[in-house]
């Protein structure tokens, strides 16, 4: 079975621009979260879509935002691209809502964004 | 609230020698408990997680982790370390009632010298 892929790998973008990242999630998932992983913060939850609906949100300003299509793949967007937003963006994905707990996330290799 | 610590950001060991990569937990609700892998230039590979079930748990590549709901750890521990044990390690938490959100610790940076 395929696993998480995220397109592109790699974007360089300047400030003021706005980005689309892509992610497909493993074949029958219906959850997709998103985490960004920078040096200074770590990795911080963003937000999660499950069968369409936003989940959860992470404390990220509005520039960020999401949408999950009826097959799962998810699209994450952000706008006025600021310096601070140079990350690697990782997408992760799994079976169920996870409120059962303990759900296991499956996670893609990530775009790098450097914002100049 | 959930949160996690990784007590150490760097932990260096020689090849052959046991692995300890230290864990606090803070949560609410009863909480499930992951550790992830990060190889440079990669995405996150589970390595084992605990979800209430057995308090030791065993992952993959020789990696194991006890839950220890009194001291609020948990700990990760390989008795002996390959060269391809280096990497990044995450300590991850996540609650029944947060869904798929999972919180992150710091990381801790392994390195294994020949």
């Known amino acids: 079975k395929a696993g998480v892929t995220q397109t592109p790998r790699y974007l360089i973008k300047t400030r003021g621009q706005q980005v689309t990242l892509s992610c497909s999630p493993i074949?029958?998932?219906?959850?997709v979260s998103w985490y960004q992983q920078t040096p200074g913060q770590g990795l911080q939850f963003l937000f999660e879509?499950?069968?369409?609906?936003?989940?959860n949100k992470g404390n990220f300003p509005g520039r960020f935002s999401g949408r999950q299509f009826s097959n799962s793949r998810s699209e994450m967007n952000v706008s006025t691209l600021e310096l601070g937003d140079s990350a690697l963006y990782l997408c992760?994905?799994?079976?169920?809502?996870?409120?059962?707990?303990?759900?296991?996330?499956?996670f893609g290799p990530g775009t790098r964004l450097l914002v100049l | 609230a959930q949160s996690v610590t990784q007590l150490d950001s760097h932990v260096s060991v020689s090849e052959g020698t046991p692995v300890l990569l230290r864990c606090n937990y803070s949560?609410?609700?009863?909480?499930?408990l992951f550790w992830y892998v990060q190889h440079p230039n990669k995405g996150l590979q589970l390595l084992l997680k605990?979800?209430?079930?057995?308090?030791l748990v065993k992952g993959i590549n020789g990696f194991e982790a006890e839950f220890k709901k009194s001291e609020t750890s948990f700990h990760l521990t390989k008795p002996s370390a390959h060269m391809s044990d280096a990497a990044e390690y995450f300590c991850?938490?996540?609650?029944?009632?947060?869904?798929?959100?999972?919180?992150f610790g710091g990381g801790t940076r392994l390195m294994v010298k020949p």
């Open positions: 879509y499950f069968s369409e609906t936003q989940r």
């Open positions: 949560s609410s609700y009863s909480p499930s």
């Open positions: 074949s029958g998932h219906r959850s």
């Open positions: 992760a994905s799994s079976l169920t809502s996870g409120l059962a707990g303990g759900e296991t996330q499956y």
């Open positions: 605990y979800t209430s079930a057995a308090t």
């Open positions: 991850v938490v996540s609650e029944g009632n947060a869904g798929n959100m999972l919180t």
